[in-house]
């Protein structure tokens, strides 16, 4: 019989935070990062912090990490991009596999596939025109205000714009084309924001998010007191259930791994609307997949290690 191969513990092996990043997210995957970091060297771990940069498969080679924590936000970080480096280079990783997170990434993409899978989701159409030729394609496909303005890519909220008059419709439109060729045009649900984080494959309590503003945009995201957050969302059971129910095929249909966070609309009859995945969700002092856990009873610093356990499980 050959030798047993000895299991080294995830406290033996070199975990290198990924970080920062060049997408129009890198303060906050800074502040994710930072926040990962700290807890896995509480927790014990042989934790270092990765700013990624052009330069980072240079700097993978030279940490020589075992383990990668991901907390990069949009961009090659969140696309597929930094993982499939992460494979090629034999080092496992956190949340996602390649194809689900650029699939994910995509907000067309993957509204098509909730489609496909009978999930309910917003109607919806594609531009990719000059921003002149706005007014013309919305007669031609019969849009109706008012819409939600997207880049087809990206995540923060960064680029969307609620529209529900002509004149605010062309500056939507050259604001979202300005982070991507490819915009969304989303039919707009009146309603409550809500948001189901996945852990162990089980939805976690659903966060509602109620922005001062009356948008949950950038802003309210990342800016302490913009936001009233309620967790456990206080939605009539049937309508909580439904919610977890479409949130756990949606993290199926897209073939999702780790702690994604799904999002949703629901309207004032407690029918929700499915808008998007997140593979990689915010871990900073306002993010909500922290709180939905720290609901369900488990500290923020569990938190991260159940994400890290799950890369090697």
């Known amino acids: 019989m050959g030798a047993k191969k000895k299991t080294v513990s995830l406290k033996e092996r070199r975990i290198g935070v990924i970080m920062g990043g060049t997408s129009p997210e890198r303060e906050i995957s800074l502040k994710t990062g930072t926040a990962v970091f700290r807890a896995l060297k509480a927790s014990g771990y042989k934790a270092s912090r990765i700013d990624a940069d052009k330069d980072i498969i240079e700097k993978l080679l030279k940490t020589k990490i075992d383990v990668a924590f991901i907390a990069l936000h949009g961009g090659w970080g969140e696309n597929g991009g930094i993982q499939g480096v992460l494979e090629i280079m034999g080092i496992l990783y956190t949340g996602s596999g390649v194809c689900a997170s650029a699939v994910a990434m995509d907000k067309i993409l993957s509204k098509e596939i909730f489609f496909y899978h009978g999930l309910p989701t917003p109607e919806f159409w594609i531009y990719s025109g000059k921003r002149s030729g706005i007014e013309k394609f919305i007669k031609t496909q019969s849009v109706k205000l008012p819409v939600v303005v997207k880049p087809a890519t990206g995540g923060s909220t960064i680029g969307i714009s609620i529209v529900s008059s002509k004149k605010d419709l062309k500056k939507a439109v050259s604001r979202a084309l300005s982070f991507d ?26 966060v509602e998010m109620v922005p001062k ?81 720290s ?12 994400m890290l356990e799950e890369s090697v499980s």
Request: charged share 25%; glycine share 8%.
């Open 295 to 306: 609901k369900a009873g488990i500290g923020f610093n569990r938190l991260v290690e159940i």
């Open 181 to 206: 060729s490819t915009i969304l045009i989303e039919k707009y649900i009146e309603g409550r924001d809500l948001t189901v984080g996945i852990l162990k494959n089980r939805p976690l309590p659903i």
């Open 213 to 293: 503003s009356g948008f949950y945009d950038y802003r309210s995201k990342y800016k302490m007191g913009k936001t009233k957050y309620i967790c456990p969302a206080e939605i009539p059971s049937r309508a909580a259930e439904k919610v977890q129910d479409i949130a756990m095929k949606a993290y199926l249909a897209l073939g999702c791994k780790g702690a994604p966070r799904i999002d949703f609309r629901l309207t004032p009859d407690n029918r929700p609307f499915i808008l998007e995945a997140n593979t990689i969700p915010g871990m900073t002092e306002t993010s909500l997949l922290p709180m939905a856990a």
